[in-house]
T-cell receptor, first 117, second 113 residues
Framework: GNSVTQMEGPVTLSEEAFLTINCTYTATGYPSLFWYVQYPGEGLQLLLK?????DKGSNKGFEATYRKETTSFHLEKGSVQVSDSAVYFC????????????????FGQGTILTVHP | KAGVTQTPRYLIKTRGQQVTLSCSPISGHRSVSWYQQTPGQGLQFLFE???????NKGNFPGRFSGRQFSNSRSEMNVSTLELGDSALYLC????????????FGPGTRLLVL
């Protein structure tokens, strides 16, 4: 079955540091890949996405490139801010046969990011 | 455009009771998915509805059920609540429910005592 593995957290950084959160996946077809962010007490917000190999998703200074050869979708940001402190989830939506993929996102376990001033 | 709304935001129930949670999707979205989020298991897919039909289901017992109305609003029901059902229940909507961005509501936090 499909699965997503994220680097273990929590991750603690100083403001303006470089951020990388690793994400690798296993899927049967050609999935779409997503990064979602969850702030305390809130639901998930889409951060960025990529739908095919070599696509780069970007938003708010965050970037991730869909690497089919390494089945990865690592999240990066050049200079983090205190306001980036949140939980980050990598997710995939697969093509799956027989309707098994309808409406289903498979998530990684989440990475807690804390940024100190 | 209004986002996904969920009611109630918080619930406290006791074991053995049942509960119904409600989700209103973004206008024009016909697919509604439900997820359970817990510290131990993370985010797990419960089921998806499209045009009032359940198209996909996760690995949860039959105590978890749902339905969708003609206006795409959805409800999920949990019967005979167990302590382990304490979780944040998230609803998400999308246009067609296939390899698309899902837009999440704020969730309903359920505590079972």
């Amino acid at each position: 079955g499909n699965s997503v593995t994220q680097m273990e957290g929590p991750v603690t950084l100083s403001e303006e540091a470089f951020l990388t959160i690793n994400c690798t996946y296993t899927a049967t077809g050609y999935p779409s890949l997503f990064w979602y962010v969850q702030y305390p007490g809130e639901g998930l917000q889409l951060l960025l996405k990529a739908t095919k190999a070599d696509d780069k998703g970007s938003n708010k200074g965050f970037e991730a490139t869909y690497r089919k050869e390494t089945t990865s979708f690592h999240l990066e940001k050049g200079s983090v801010q205190v306001s980036d402190s949140a939980v980050y989830f990598c997710a995939l939506s697969d093509q799956g046969a027989g309707g098994t993929s309808y409406g289903k996102l498979t998530f990684g376990q989440g990475t807690i990011l804390t940024v100190h001033p | 455009k209004a986002g996904v709304t969920q009611t109630p935001r918080y619930l406290i129930k006791t074991r053995g009771q049942q509960v119904t949670l409600s989700c209103s999707p973004i206008s024009g979205h016909r697919s509604v998915s439900w997820y359970q989020q817990t510290p131990g298991q993370g985010l797990q897919f419960l089921f998806e509805y499209f045009s009032e039909t359940q198209r996909n289901k996760g690995n949860f017992p039959g105590r978890f059920s749902g339905r969708q109305f003609s206006n795409s609003r959805s409800e999920m029901n949990v019967s005979t609540l167990e302590l382990g059902d304490s979780a944040l229940y998230l609803c998400a909507s999308s246009l067609q429910g296939f390899q698309e961005t899902q837009y999440f509501g704020p969730g309903t936090r359920l505590l079972v005592l």
